[in-house]
């Protein structure tokens, strides 16, 4: 008899619980006892939550740190091309056979009993690190943090809040206020709190539970600064002045998550080479992520291919000021916009601030997602944000051969979500 593989185990975790996300910790306390409490084991935590930034900090965080000489495990959500990405074991992706018995595990621990998929993923990836020598924990919150999965950790030795915006008003709140405080869950009483660039009512909410759990925080704009002079990352905090490398992650909101993770390895005790190489050793795919090379790179050729996986109106922003920024630095080559993206999106949010900086925008359904929008109301939305030259297509291939025969020049920007992004990485192989 064959044995079962990672998909197939996966797959049948998906029908353990019938809601998508159903936010409490009861099902995650139930199968963290079953599984010996691996929580309590964990090498130290740094917990990362945020409505954007988060995966770029945690992964300039692990570049620091592993400079150091660290062994670092690093927790993340969603994966993009194969699940194993979501659990950096010791500084590596987990192995098949590995993830394999872990799976196993935890569903034989939680035997019939209802679960999220993300809750006994977590929890899987909690056994792992438990069980695994390691210097540091890196965690980033799936969603919120109050009620997160990831939300079990007694006394991390640090937490990190990167900016907060409006996503996933439906289980977080319809205001700022509502889902900063639903991030602000992660704080504990004691552990110093990391805060990056906020809304004045996100910061407010931050602030009164830091005060009243008496746990120390550091804030951007009034205990740490960073920002860009003569093309180099000036970051400067009480312990004096760090001047660094442009981070090779790129856009202008990385110079921001840089700051981020630098005044998170500082509060770790790092030095200026730890801080240096988070900013140039970092990687981080579908982040402004040029593909030069694999199937969908040469099918786009001459024409250049990127990649970015935002989804929100803050990430849309971001997105625009990158867009801007490399416009002013190669006018002559324009950028055409593929876009697919979900229903739990707003997607007017994301596509407005983009009309401006994009030639044309080609919309598609996201391949295998049924809460994909369609292709017709993708491109209905782009043109009420204010595009021009907006069509439809079926597929990346064929939006990327169009786009190419048309303007061979051009600067192809694949976008708008995670689960497109992961789509793109596993055609482009």
Same mark, same amino acid.
């Given at each position: 008899?064959?044995?079962?593989?990672?998909?197939?185990?996966?797959?049948?975790?998906?029908?353990?619980?019938?809601?998508?996300?159903?936010?409490?910790?009861?099902?995650?306390?139930?199968?963290?006892?079953?599984?010996?409490?691996?929580?309590?084991?964990?090498?130290?935590?740094?917990?990362?939550?945020?409505?954007?930034?988060?995966?770029?900090?945690?992964?300039?965080?692990?570049?620091?740190?592993?400079?150091?000489?660290?062994?670092?495990?690093?927790?993340?959500?969603?994966?993009?091309?194969?699940?194993?990405?979501?659990?950096?074991?010791?500084?590596?992706?987990?192995?098949?056979?590995? *993830?394999?018995?872990?799976?196993?595990?935890?569903?034989?621990?939680?035997?019939?009993?209802?679960?999220?998929?993300?809750?006994?993923?977590?929890?899987?990836?909690?056994?792992?690190?438990?069980?695994?020598?390691?210097?540091?924990?890196?965690?980033?919150?799936?969603?919120?943090? +109050?009620?997160?999965? &990831?939300?079990?950790?007694?006394?991390?030795?640090?937490? !990190?809040?990167?900016?907060?915006?409006?996503?996933?008003?439906?289980?977080?709140?319809?205001?700022?206020?509502?889902?900063?405080?639903?991030?602000?869950?992660?704080?504990?009483?004691?552990?110093?709190?990391?805060?990056?660039?906020?809304?004045?009512?996100?910061?407010?909410?931050?602030?009164? +539970?830091?005060?009243?759990?008496?746990?120390?925080?550091?804030?951007?704009?009034?205990?740490?600064? !960073?920002?860009?002079? +003569?093309?180099?990352?000036?970051?400067?905090?009480?312990?004096?002045? *760090?001047?660094?490398?442009?981070?090779?992650?790129?856009?202008?909101?990385?110079?921001?998550?840089?700051?981020?993770?630098?005044?998170?390895?500082?509060?770790?005790?790092?030095?200026?080479?730890?801080?240096?190489?988070?900013?140039?050793?970092?990687?981080?795919?579908?982040?402004?992520?040029?593909? %030069?090379?694999?199937?969908?790179?040469?099918?786009?050729?001459?024409?250049?291919?990127?990649? %970015?996986?935002?989804?929100?109106?803050?990430?849309? !922003?971001?997105?625009?000021?990158?867009?801007?920024?490399?416009?002013?630095?190669?006018?002559?080559?324009?950028?055409?916009?593929?876009?697919?993206?979900?229903?739990?999106?707003?997607?007017?949010?994301?596509?407005?601030?983009?009309?401006?900086?994009?030639?044309?925008?080609?919309?598609?359904?996201?391949?295998?997602?049924?809460?994909?929008?369609?292709?017709? %109301? &993708?491109?209905?939305?782009?043109?009420?944000?204010?595009?021009?030259?907006?069509?439809?297509?079926?597929?990346?291939?064929?939006?990327?051969?169009?786009?190419?025969?048309?303007?061979?020049?051009?600067?192809?920007?694949?976008?708008?979500?995670?689960?497109?992004?992961?789509?793109?990485?596993?055609?482009?192989?």
């Amino acid at each position: 008899m064959t044995a079962p593989t990672s998909d197939a185990i996966l797959a049948r975790m998906m029908s353990l619980h019938p809601k998508v996300i159903d936010l409490t910790l009861d099902r995650v306390w139930r199968l963290l006892h079953a599984l010996g409490d691996p929580q309590d084991r964990l090498p130290p935590v740094i917990h990362i939550a945020g409505t954007n930034g988060k995966g770029s900090t945690q992964a300039m965080m692990r570049a620091g740190l592993e400079a150091a000489g660290d062994v670092v495990h690093a927790y993340t959500s969603p994966h993009l091309a194969r699940f194993h990405e979501r659990i950096r074991l010791a500084g590596e992706i987990i192995s098949e056979e590995a *993830l394999t018995a872990l799976l196993d595990r935890c569903v034989v621990a939680n035997g019939p009993d209802p679960i999220t998929f993300f809750e006994i993923t977590t929890c899987a990836a909690f056994a792992a690190f438990a069980d695994t020598p390691a210097n540091w924990t890196l965690l980033e919150v799936g969603l919120g943090g +109050r009620l997160d999965a &990831t939300n079990v950790i007694a006394a991390p030795r640090l937490t !990190v809040i990167t900016p907060v915006d409006l996503d996933h008003q439906s289980y977080l709140g319809d205001t700022l206020t509502e889902i900063a405080g639903e991030k602000a869950g992660i704080i504990k009483r004691g552990v110093p709190c990391i805060v990056g660039p906020q809304h004045d009512a996100g910061l407010a909410v931050i602030e009164r +539970r830091a005060a009243r759990l008496g746990a120390p925080l550091l804030v951007h704009g009034q205990h740490w600064h !960073v920002g860009v002079e +003569r093309g180099r990352l000036i970051y400067q905090d009480d312990h004096g002045l *760090l001047d660094l490398p442009l981070p090779v992650l790129r856009g202008p909101h990385q110079v921001t998550n840089a700051g981020v993770a630098i005044a998170a390895l500082r509060a770790l005790g790092m030095e200026g080479a730890a801080c240096e190489a988070a900013v140039t050793g970092a990687v981080w795919p579908a982040r402004m992520q040029r593909l %030069d090379s694999g199937a969908l790179a040469d099918l786009a050729r001459p024409a250049e291919l990127w990649l %970015d996986g935002g989804h929100n109106p803050a990430a849309g !922003v971001a997105l625009a000021q990158t867009l801007a920024q490399a416009l002013r630095e190669m006018p002559g080559r324009p950028f055409h916009l593929i876009c697919g993206m979900l229903n739990t999106k707003d997607i007017g949010g994301y596509l407005r601030p983009l009309a401006g900086v994009a030639e044309t925008l080609t919309a598609i359904a996201i391949p295998g997602e049924a809460n994909s929008i369609p292709a017709n %109301d &993708t491109a209905a939305a782009a043109i009420a944000a204010g595009f021009t030259g907006v069509t439809t297509t079926s597929n990346v291939q064929a939006a990327i051969s169009a786009i190419r025969d048309r303007t061979p020049q051009a600067r192809i920007l694949i976008c708008g979500s995670l689960y497109l992004a992961g789509h793109v990485l596993r055609e482009n192989t």
